[in-house]
């Protein structure tokens, strides 16, 4: 069956960086379109950034543009994003989507002084 595991969360200061990874198992990982979406106290879910299959489009939420990077490894079958220059607006719970089908069960980002 799908198994995405999110890990990589954790306590840092604003302007910090952290990097998620998101293993996955139980596809095709090489045919897939892969998500990070995230989820703030009291808020609904909100896209985060968007990979193709291949690794060769990305998308991003405005306000991390610049900020964020979402990559694969494919040989991994692992997806990851890479936040820098991080906010207390960026804190949430983070999980990784197959096609906005399937979901992990998040890890969480907190961004305090």
């Known amino acids: 069956q799908v198994q995405l595991v999110e890990s990589g969360g954790g306590l840092v200061q604003p302007g910090g960086s952290l990097r998620l990874s998101c293993v996955t198992s139980?596809?095709?990982?090489?045919?897939?379109?892969m998500l990070w979406y995230r989820q703030a106290p009291g808020e609904g879910r909100e896209f985060v950034a968007v990979?193709?299959?291949?690794?060769?489009?990305?998308n991003y939420k405005d306000s991390v543009k610049g900020r964020f990077t979402i990559s694969r490894d494919t040989a991994k079958n692992t997806v990851y994003l890479e936040m820098n220059s991080l906010k207390p607006e960026d804190t949430a719970v983070y999980s990784c989507?197959?096609?906005?089908?399937?979901w992990g069960q998040g890890t969480q980002v907190t961004v305090s002084s």
């Open positions: 990979i193709s299959n291949d690794g060769s489009n990305t």
């Open positions: 139980g596809f095709t990982f090489s045919t897939a379109t």
């Open positions: 989507s197959l096609n906005g089908f399937y």
